[in-house]
């Protein structure tokens, strides 16, 4: 079965350093993998999402994560975090099914920015 | 930008009482999923539905749980006898291409749901 391990539970970063955030997948298949963010009292946004080709993908926000399949990591960084982008974030695989996607979500690092 | 949205964002019901949770997915979405996040817990994958029927469901969405369309907007969560432990975060979500290819799950903002 798949599984996504976020190692880092809480980060705390100064406003204009840089973020990333570690996630390690389990799946025995082609990974499909994404970042979502869910900011206090919001729904999960999707922040960047790998399917195939370019293993550096960009997303939303001024996001960047690398998908790494030798060490089955899917890492996401951002060159200048900004006081907004204090947000719990998600690492997710999704499992090809016959007739519906199910999403595997790790267990979400919380960042706290720093004024 | 289409979004999912769900009602109400807040329940509170007591235990053993029935609830149902309402989602209006994308509108031409075909597929269809309800997760939850126990407070401090990962978000946790429940159930999936697609062509008026479930497709996958998790050990967790046992007879006490259901999933229905009732129209072509609306997508429910229903809990029959609700438990103290069912309190939770539930989020609907969506996707429009057919399964066995990749493709991405729009989350609506999420239903609290309290059990005292």
């Known amino acids: 079965a798949q599984s996504v391990t976020q190692p880092d539970i809480h980060i705390t970063v100064s406003e204009g350093a840089s973020l990333e955030l570690r996630c390690n997948y389990s799946?025995?298949?082609?990974?499909?993998l994404f970042w979502y963010v869910q900011s206090p009292g919001q729904g999960l946004q999707l922040l960047l999402k790998?399917?195939?080709?370019?293993?550096l993908v960009q997303g939303i926000k001024g996001f960047e994560a690398e998908f790494k399949r030798s060490q089955s990591s899917f890492n996401l960084r951002k060159p200048s975090v900004h006081w907004s982008d204090a947000a719990e974030y998600f690492c997710?695989?999704?499992?090809?099914?016959?007739?519906?996607?199910?999403?595997?979500f790790g267990g979400g690092t919380r960042v706290l920015v720093k004024p | 930008e289409p979004e999912v949205t769900q009602t109400p964002s807040h329940q509170v019901t007591q235990m053993g009482q029935e609830v149902i949770l309402r989602c209006v997915p994308i509108?031409?979405?075909?597929?269809f999923y309800w997760y939850r996040q126990i407070l401090g817990q990962k978000v946790e994958f429940l159930v999936s539905?697609?062509?008026?029927?479930?497709?996958?469901k998790s050990e967790i969405f046992d007879d006490q749980f259901s999933v229905e369309r009732p129209d072509g907007s609306n997508f429910t969560l229903k809990i029959r006898s609700t438990k103290l432990e069912d309190s939770a975060m539930y989020f609907c979500?969506?996707?429009?291409?057919?399964?066995?290819?990749?493709?991405?799950?729009?989350f609506g903002p999420g239903t609290r749901l309290t059990v005292l």
């Open positions: 997710a695989v999704v499992a090809l099914m016959g007739t519906g996607n199910k999403l595997t």
């Open positions: 799946y025995g298949a082609t990974p499909y």
């Open positions: 509108s031409n979405h075909l597929y």
């Open positions: 790998y399917f195939s080709g370019d293993t």
């Open positions: 539905f697609y062509n008026n029927e479930i497709s996958e």
């Open positions: 979500a969506s996707s429009l291409r057919p399964a066995r290819s990749p493709d991405t799950q729009y």
